[in-house]
C-alpha cells in the first residue's frame, strides 16, 4: 500500500507478505478495517486481513480454481467473488460461512464484479459485455455490448448516492502512514523505515531497500528497488564499496543485512555489514566461486577451483570443510536451504546436474547429459521448490527430483539468472532484464551501465525468503496430501469436497461405495463424485477424471467407462476401475470431443457421440468399440453436435440428442433405420433417457429449462416439469424417479414421477464445479439385454447390435463380413477341439469368455474361464487348466507290475513284498475317483497280508534269518565305533599334551571351575581318558552350567593331564556342547 495521489516510488509498505504467491483479486472494507484478497499458489483461497496486515485468516478455500476478482457489501458485510474457471458468481459472510452460487456464467470469463445496490455488475471476454445481475437470485438485470476494445474492470461513481464518513486517523497523527483496523486507527512506516516506540514515528533502518535485487562489480555492490518490476523508473541504492577487492562471488543475508563475498585479489572470505559499512575478513581461502548460503544452518559454501572442492565455512564456528573433493570442471552451484540439498553442474560439455548434501552423502546425478547441451547460472527458487539454470540462451527448470523438465523462454547472452516469484531476472555484460514467467518472453530491460560497469554477480534481496518455511504450505505443500492452509507460524491439513482427513492429519482419502449410489462428473476440477442415495453424502473417486464428461458404470467388471474431452484432437473413450485400483485404459481417440457414453448391456459393447471438429457441423457420428478387443465401428454419420444417446437393446433401438439441428434421432443399434422423431419445439436438448417400466423417452430442454417425455415413437409428449434458470443439461430415469443435473445448480435434483415433488437427495454443494453426466445404480436397477447378444455375443465374431427384429452381427470399419453373416474377414478363431477340456456354449472368437468342462478321466485345476485373444489362442492356456487322474503308484506291502499306466479304468496286477500273501486272485482296478480298487474286496487300500506260518521250520528260518539280518548289522556298527573312538582318542591326547605345555607355561596351576566350590568326596578320576568327555577342557550345557556337575580340573605339571581338583561324582547328563579348554 502506499498514498495516493503521491509519485514517489518508495512511499510504500508491504503489509502482507507470508503465506501468499500470486495474490490477484483485492478489496477494501475502509470503515471495518478489513481487506480482503484471492491468492492463486499454491491452492487458490480467499483471505482476510486487518488493513495494516494483521490477523490474515483463511475464509473461503474448498472447491476454488481461479478467483481475479472481489467485491462487498460492506451494510451487510457480504464478500461476492468470481471463479473464472467454474463460471461462477459466488456470495458469502465476511467469516465465510453462508457460501453459495448466485450464478454461472455460461463460459462468459469474468475480469471484475462490482457489487452495488442489490446488484451485481460484472465485465469480462470473450462477449465484451458489461451485464448486471440481481445478487439475489442472479437473475440478469442488465446487459450492454461493446463493439470496440475489451471492457477488463468495473467500478460505480453515483454523485447522488455520496456518503460521508469522518475519518478515524484525523486524532491519531501518524508520521507517515494511518490505516483503519478493526481495532482502531493504526500507524505504519515505509518500507525504509521502523516504527518507533511512541507507536507514531519512524525511523530510517537501513542503506538498502526491504526487497530488491544486489548487483557486484569488480569491487562495488549497488542494489535496484523491487519496484522496477513495475515502473519504468531505475531506483538504486548507494554503491558499497571495497575498493582493494577482487569480487569473485558474493551472497547475501537479507534477514541479519549482510553481504559475504569472495576476494579472489586477497585470497580471503569477506563480510560486509550494510547498516555500518564495514568489512571483516572471515578466513583465507583459495579462489572460489558461486558463494551460496545456507540460512538455516548457517553455513556458507562455494566451489574451490584450484583443489576441484565443494568446500564450507561454518559462520557459527568458523571452521573450514570439505565437502566434496576430486571433482572435475565444477560450472555452478546452490543450495536449497530448506532441505540441505546441494546442487550443481559438473563437467565441461557434455555436462551432468548432480546433487549432494551438507553431510557429505554420496553425490548421485539428477540431470543427464543427454537433457542438457551447455549449462550453467544454476539458481534453486525457494518460493517454488525448482531448479532453474542457462542451458545456452535458453533457461531451463525442474522439481528438485530432478522430474518435469521445462523449457521456459529465450535468454540472449545472459550470465546470471534468478528466478523470483513470478518472474525471471537475469543479467547481460550491461542489462537487466525482466521476464514473467507466463509468457515466456522478456518483459522489460533497464540499461546498468550508468549505474555499475562491468556488472558480474546478481543475487535477489528479501528477508521474507529466509523465514524458516519447512512448516509452511510453500514447501512441498506443508507435506498436505491435499489442501495446505496457513495459519500464524504453522500450518493445517485440510481435505476437498467428498475426502477425509486421516489419522496421520496430512493425508485424504475416500470410501467408495459399492451399491446405491449416483455417479456425476465435475467438469470443472476433473473429478468423479458418487452419492450416496441413502445419506447424501458424497465421496470423491479415488482417481483423476482429466476432462471426464460422459460416463457409465459396469457392474459385471466393477469398472466406469468414460469420455474424456481435454484438447482437440486427443478426446478419448476410457475405462478405469471404481475403486481406482487397476490403471487407466484408453479405448478410442482422435476426436474432438464427445460428451456421452452408453453400454449395450447384453454385449459390454460401448456407444460414444463424437463431434469431430469445432467446425465439424453435420460430420459427426456414433459409434461404437467393443471393450474386449477395441475394434472400433461407426454406426451413424452426418449427425450435427450429437450431445447425448440412450440405448433400449431388448428393442433394438438406440436414440440422440442433436444441439446444433436441434432433434431427437432414432436408429436401430446397428445403425440402420435411422430417423428424426422430435424436430419442433425443441431448442437445447441437452441430456436423453429412457424409462424401462413404461417405455417412454425422457429429455432435458436447456434452453426453456424444462423436461419432457414421449413414447419412443416420439408421439405423445408430455411437459413433466419446469426449473426456470436452471439451464437443464443430464437426466438419469428408473422406476420410480427422475434425476436431472443443471448448468445453474448445485446439486442433483430427484423428483418423483408419481407426484412430481422433489425428493431431495443431496443439499447444495458450492465448492463443485459444472456437473456434467448423472448415472445412479441401485441394487434394484432394470437391466435391460437382448438376449439373442446377450447368449455367446449372438454367435457373431465381433459385433452382436440388436435390432428390433432381432440381432445383426457386424464388423469394425473397413472389414467385410463373410457369407455366413458371423465371422468378419480375418477374425482369428480360437480352437474348439481340445484333448483335455470340453467348451460349453462357446463362440471361439477374440474377446469371447467361454465356460469349459474337464474330459472323463481329468480334474479341474483353475475356477476360471478361458478368453479368446485376438491372436486366437485361449487364455490361459488350456494345457494348464485340467490334469489327467492317476492312481498311485504305490501300494502298501506291494508293489504294480510293470508297464501299469495308472488311468482311470484300466486294470494292473500286483507283486505283494517277502513274507507277504495276496488278498486277491484278480487284478486292481483304477477307480474313477483315483482310487485303486479290487472286485472282491470293498472300501480297502491294502491288497496283501503278512504270511502265517504253518512249521516251526518257517518260524525259525524266519527267525535265523531276522537275527542273521539284525546281528551282522549290529556288528559292523559296533566296528565302526570302535574305530572312530581309538582314532579320536590319539588325536586328543596329542592335542592335549600340546595345549597342556602351552597352558602350564601362560596359566601355571590355575583352576578351571565348572560350578560349585564345595563338591561332594566321591569317585574321583585319575585321567581324563577315564570320563567319557571329548575334548573336555570346561563342560557347558546348552550355554548355561549343569547344576549336577560339582568341582573344578587343574592342571598337573607333571603328568601334563587335566585331575579333578576335588572328589566329583559324574552324572548322567546329555551334553550338547562341549568348549575346548
Known amino acids: 500500500m502506499k498514498p495516493a495521489y503521491t509519485h514517489v516510488p518508495h512511499m510504500y509498505k508491504v503489509v502482507v507478505q507470508d503465506n501468499i504467491r500470486r495474490p490477484e483479486g483485492l478489496i477494501l472494507d475502509p470503515l471495518d478495517g478489513y481487506m480482503f484478497f484471492s491468492d492463486k499458489n499454491p491452492n487458490c483461497r480467499i483471505t482476510r486481513a486487518s488493513l495494516n496486515g494483521d490477523n490474515t485468516t483463511v475464509i473461503v478455500y474448498k472447491g476454488l480454481i481461479y478467483v481475479p476478482t472481489l467485491s462487498i457489501d460492506p451494510d451487510n458485510k457480504m464478500i461476492y467473488f468470481a471463479d473464472t474457471v467454474r463460471d461462477t ?53 442488465y446487459s450492454m455490448d461493446f463493439t470496440l476494445g475489451t471492457p477488463w474492470t468495473v467500478t460505480v461513481y453515483d454523485s447522488e448516492n455520496l456518503q460521508n464518513f469522518s475519518n478515524p486517523c484525523s486524532s491519531k497523527q501518524c508520521e507517515q502512514i494511518c490505516v483503519n ?99 571483516h575478513t572471515l578466513t583465507n581461502i583459495g579462489t572460489g566461486k558461486d558463494l551460496v548460503l545456507d540460512w538455516h544452518l548457517n553455513l556458507l559454501g562455494w566451489i ?19 565437502i566434496y573433493s576430486s571433482l572435475f570442471s565444477e560450472e555452478s552451484f546452490t543450495v536449497d536451504p530448506n532441505t540441505g540439498t546441494l546442487f550443481w553442474i559438473s563437467g565441461t560439455p557434455p555436462s551432468l546436474i548432480k546433487t549432494g548434501s551438507w553431510n557429505k552423502s554420496s553425490p548421485r546425478t539428477l540431470i543427464t547429459s543427454a537433457e542438457l547441451a551447455f549449462p550453467k547460472a544454476i539458481y534453486y527458487d525457494v518460493t517454488d521448490n525448482r531448479l532453474y539454470w542457462l542451458d545456452g540462451s535458453l533457461i531451463k ?39 514473467l514467467k507466463s509468457t515466456n518472453t522478456f518483459y522489460k530491460s533497464l540499461d546498468m551501465s550508468e549505474v555499475l560497469q562491468n556488472m558480474s554477480n546478481l543475487v535477489v534481496y528479501d528477508p521474507y525468503l529466509q523465514n524458516s518455511r519447512a512448516e509452511s504450505c510453500h514447501v512441498l505443500n506443508g507435506q498436505c496430501g491435499d489442501i495446505c492452509i496457513p495459519q500464524q507460524d504453522t500450518h493445517t491439513c485440510t481435505c476437498d469436497l467428498g475426502l477425509q482427513l486421516q489419522n496421520d492429519s496430512t493425508s485424504c482419502d475416500s470410501t467408495v461405495f459399492d451399491s446405491n449410489f449416483m455417479l456425476l462428473t465435475d467438469l470443472s476440477h476433473d473429478r468423479m463424485i458418487q452419492v450416496d442415495i441413502d445419506t447424501g453424502t458424497l465421496v470423491k473417486l479415488p482417481f483423476a477424471a ?22 482437440t484432437f486427443t478426446s478419448k473413450v476410457m475405462s478405469v476401475s471404481l475403486h481406482g485400483k487397476k490403471g487407466i485404459v484408453t479405448y478410442a481417440t482422435g476426436f474432438h470431443s464427445s460428451e456421452s457414453i452408453a453400454i449395450d448391456y447384453s454385449t459390454s459393447n460401448l456407444y460414444y457421440a463424437v463431434k469431430i471438429s469445432s467446425t465439424s457441423s453435420g460430420q459427426d457420428m456414433i459409434r461404437v468399440v467393443q471393450h474386449a478387443t477395441f475394434l472400433e465401428k461407426t ?196 480352437p474348439t477341439s481340445l484333448p483335455s477340456l470340453q467348451l460349453l456354449n462357446c463362440v471361439p472368437y477374440p474377446g469371447e469368455s467361454c465356460e469349459f468342462k474337464c474330459m472323463e478321466g481329468f480334474k479341474r485345476i483353475l475356477e476360471v474361464n478361458v478368453t479368446c485373444d485376438s491372436l486366437g489362442l485361449w487364455n490361459p492356456e488350456t494345457e494348464t487348466l485340467c490334469s489327467e487322474i492317476l492312481c498311485s503308484s504305490s501300494l502298501p506291502n506291494a508293489a504294480l507290475t510293470s508297464g501299469c499306466s495308472r488311468r482311470i479304468g484300466e486294470s494292473c496286477g500286483i507283486t505283494c513284498k517277502e513274507y507277504y500273501s495276496p488278498l486277491l486272485s484278480d487284478d486292481i482296478i483304477c477307480s474313477e475317483n483315483g482310487e485303486w480298487q479290487a472286485k472282491n474286496i470293498s472300501n480297502s487300500t491294502e491288497f496283501c497280508e503278512p504270511k502265517e506260518f504253518t512249521n516251526e521250520s518257517d518260524g525259525d528260518q524266519l527267525t535265523i534269518g531276522l537275527s542273521t ?28 599334551q600340546r595345549e597342556a605345555e602351552d597352558t602350564i607355561k601362560a596359566y601355571g596351576k590355575n583352576q578351571y571351575i565348572t560350578h560349585q566350590e564345595n563338591a561332594p568326596e566321591e569317585d574321583t578320576y585319575a585321567t581324563l581318558d577315564e570320563m567319557n568327555f571329548k575334548d573336555l577342557g570346561y563342560m557347558e550345557f546348552d550355554k548355561h552350567y549343569d547344576p549336577d556337575v560339582y568341582g573344578g580340573f587343574v592342571l598337573d605339571a607333571a603328568d601334563e593331564y587335566l585331575k579333578p581338583s576335588v572328589e566329583r561324582k559324574v552324572v548322567d547328563n546329555d551334553i550338547d556342547e562341549v568348549s575346548e579348554i
Open 304 to 322: 574451490d577451483v584450484e583443489s576441484f572442492e565443494l568446500v564450507s565455512f561454518n559462520l557459527s564456528s568458523g571452521n573450514l570443510s570439505t
Open 965 to 992: 539280518g539284525v546281528g551282522g548289522l549290529v556288528l559292523i556298527i559296533i566296528i565302526i565305533i570302535v574305530i572312530v573312538i581309538c582314532l579320536k582318542r590319539m588325536k586328543t591326547r596329542k592335542r592335549m
Open 635 to 830: 454406426l451413424l454419420t452426418n449427425l450435427k453436435h450429437p450431445r447425448d444417446i440412450a440405448l433400449y437393446p431388448s428393442k433394438g433401438l438406440m436414440f440422440w440428442v442433436e444441439v446444433e439441428n436441434p432433434k431427437i434421432g432414432k436408429a436401430a443399434m446397428d445403425g440402420t433405420s435411422k430417423e428424426s422423431i422430435v424436430t419442433s419445439d425443441i431448442t437445447w436438448p441437452n441430456g436423453i433417457a429412457i424409462d424401462y417400466t413404461s417405455e417412454r423417452l425422457y429429455w432435458t430442454e436447456g434452453y426453456f429449462d424444462w423436461i419432457e417425455s414421449s413414447d419412443i415413437n416420439g408421439e405423445d409428449r408430455k411437459k413433466v416439469l419446469s426449473d426456470p434458470g436452471a439451464h437443464l443439461r443430464s437426466i438419469f430415469v428408473d422406476s420410480q424417479f427422475i434425476y436431472y443435473t443443471g448448468y445453474n445448480r448445485q446439486r442433483v435434483v430427484r423428483i418423483n414421477k408419481t407426484s412430481e415433488a422433489e425428493a431431495r437427495v443431496m443439499k447444495n454443494y458450492p465448492e463443485l464445479g459444472v456437473i456434467g453426466s448423472v448415472k445412479v445404480y441401485t441394487d434394484n436397477d432394470i437391466v435391460d439385454v437382448n438376449p439373442l447378444c446377450a447368449q455367446n455375443n449372438g454367435l457373431c465374431s465381433t459385433f452382436c447390435f440388436p435390432t428390433p427384429s432381432g440381432r445383426t452381427c457386424g464388423c469394425q470399419d473397413n472389414v467385410k463380413l463373410l457369407s455366413d453373416q458371423r465371422t468378419c474377414e480375418g477374425v482369428p478363431v480360437c
Open 89 to 141: 458468481i459466488e456470495v458469502c459472510d465476511y467469516d465465510g460461512s453462508n457460501r453459495r452460487v448466485i450464478r454461472r456464467t455460461n463460459l462468459a470469463t469474468i475480469n471484475a464484479i462490482q457489487y452495488y445496490e442489490s446488484a451485481i455488475y460484472t465485465v469480462g471476454i470473450p462477449k465484451k459485455q458489461v451485464r448486471g445481475f440481481n445478487s439475489s437470485s442472479g437473475k440478469m438485470m
Open 546 to 567: 482429466i476432462g471426464a464428461t460422459g460416463i457409465a458404470y459396469e457392474k459385471l467388471f466393477d469398472t466406469i467407462f468414460f469420455t474424456s474431452t481435454v484438447n
Open 397 to 435: 527448470s525442474c522439481l528438485n527430483n530432478g522430474s518435469d523438465i521445462v523449457t521456459h523462454s529465450l535468454a540472449t547472452d545472459a550470465q546470471k539468472l534468478i528466478s523470483f516469484k513470478e518472474y525471471f531476472v537475469w543479467m547481460t555484460a550491461k542489462e537487466l532484464y525482466y521476464g
Open 181 to 279: 483496523t478493526p481495532a482502531g486507527p493504526s500507524c505504519l512506516c515505509y518500507e525504509e523505515f521502523d516504527l518507533a516506540l511512541d507507536g507514531i514515528s519512524c525511523n530510517s533502518k537501513s542503506l538498502v531497500y526491504s526487497k530488491g535485487f544486489v548487483i557486484s562489480s569488480r569491487s562495488a555492490f549497488v542494489m535496484i528497488d523491487i519496484l522496477n518490476l513495475n515502473s519504468n523508473d531505475l531506483d538504486v541504492t548507494q554503491r558499497l564499496d571495497d575498493p582493494s577487492a577482487y569480487i569473485q562471488s558474493f551472497i547475501v543475508d537479507a534477514t541479519n543485512e549482510r553481504i559475504y563475498y569472495i576476494d579472489s585479489k586477497n585470497r580471503v572470505l569477506k563480510q560486509l555489514d550494510i547498516k555500518t559499512k564495514k568489512i
